[in-house]
């Protein structure tokens, strides 16, 4: 399906709220998070007709969401949201999750003040270059894992990392399930995906994928920012990365199987890259625990990238 379909109609509801009224095989009425100077860009991008798509998935709750940032994806529109009831036929689509499972981002704070990180700024960028891999197909700076690693990377995510001598076991305190989902199996990953991910472990990847400096320029909520532990002035690090090759390779590998179970359990969709299967079928289960696989593999990857990025500027700072 292409984008020159018809574009759904909309109605304001609310002053950031856009609905797409049900019509046809929608299940659920669309919503759009917008304002009169986001709107035409998103008319313009036709991501409204993917909302409207996705409001036809059986079980699906309450709407079919998307965010301020919604443009044209696969099946699902890139900012699109949507949750379905596994009790009331919920079905799970791979490309609702996407092709890069767990991308995401970890901010690091320190008690470096920006002038000083500007003064170093050259230092600082350059050590990071050097200990964090980056670009199209970078091998990571741990080497080429086996096959018996990358399983154990797969079932223990980030703990995996801090495990291997990268990081604390407080970061994983602070890092969302603690950096790892107990459903994961490493059987319901194929070969090919365990085979790109041998030497991506800690790579950056490339892409919309970062490693940023930054600092601390105002702070709109005090409690928020003891909690996360970030100074007004104070230098800051972010990696964005994601799960690299291995997640995308889960989300490829599955989409064949998915299209096939959409015909066994013969659920319509008006387009073939919505292909799904109820939650709670063997091929809804395999590819949650094949997803969970890849999203630990990312908080593993993100856990060393923050590693060698705090390393590289601790160096640049003679500190430890």
């Known amino acids: 399906m292409g984008k020159t379909d018809k574009t759904p109609e909309i109605r304001q509801v609310a002053e950031f709220i856009w609905e797409l009224p ?49 443009h044209w994806g696969y099946g699902f529109p890139i900012g699109g949201v949507a949750a379905t009831d596994p009790a009331g036929g919920g079905v799970i689509s791979p490309g609702g999750v996407g092709y890069d499972i767990n991308c995401g981002v970890r901010l690091i704070a320190s008690t470096v003040p920006k002038d000083e990180a500007v003064l170093r700024i050259r230092d600082i960028v350059s ?6 891999p980056c670009g199209v197909g970078s091998s990571g700076a741990i080497g080429k894992l086996s096959t018996r690693e990358v399983a154990a990377v797969m079932r223990n995510g980030a703990a995996w990392a801090v495990e291997n001598g990268y990081g604390t076991a407080t970061d994983l305190e602070h890092t969302e399930e603690s ?29 919309n994928h970062f490693l940023e400096v930054g600092y601390v320029d105002e702070i709109y909520d005090d409690e928020a920012s003891r909690a996360y532990g970030l100074e007004p002035g104070a230098m800051t690090l972010m990696v964005h990365s994601g799960s690299r090759g291995l997640g995308y390779q889960v989300c490829d590998d599955s989409l064949d199987v998915m299209q096939r179970a959409a015909e066994r359990y013969e659920i319509r969709l ?6 799904c ?12 625990a094949g997803m969970a696989c890849a999203a630990n593999y990312a908080w593993a990857n993100r856990q060393i990238l923050m590693t060698l990025a705090r390393r590289a500027v601790a160096r640049v700072f003679n500190a430890t």
């Not at 917008?34 to 699906?60: K, M, T």
């Not at 085979?195 to 472990?201: C, F, I, N, S």
């Open 22 to 70: 049900r019509t046809g095989g929608m299940r659920v009425p669309g919503r759009v998070y917008a304002d009169n100077r986001l709107l035409p860009a998103v008319l313009a991008d036709n991501g409204l007709l993917q909302v409207s798509n996705v409001a036809h998935l059986p079980g699906i709750v309450g709407y079919s969401l998307a965010m301020p940032d919604i």
């Open 127 to 132: 050590a990071m270059f050097h200990d964090v």
């Open 179 to 207: 950096g790892r989902l107990a459903t994961a199996d490493p059987d319901a990953v194929g070969k090919r995906a365990v085979e790109r991910g041998r030497d991506q472990v800690g790579t950056l990847g490339s892409g």
């Open 270 to 275: 008006p387009d073939r890259q919505l292909a």
């Open 277 to 288: 299967a109820p939650v709670l079928s063997p091929e809804g289960e395999r590819y949650l």
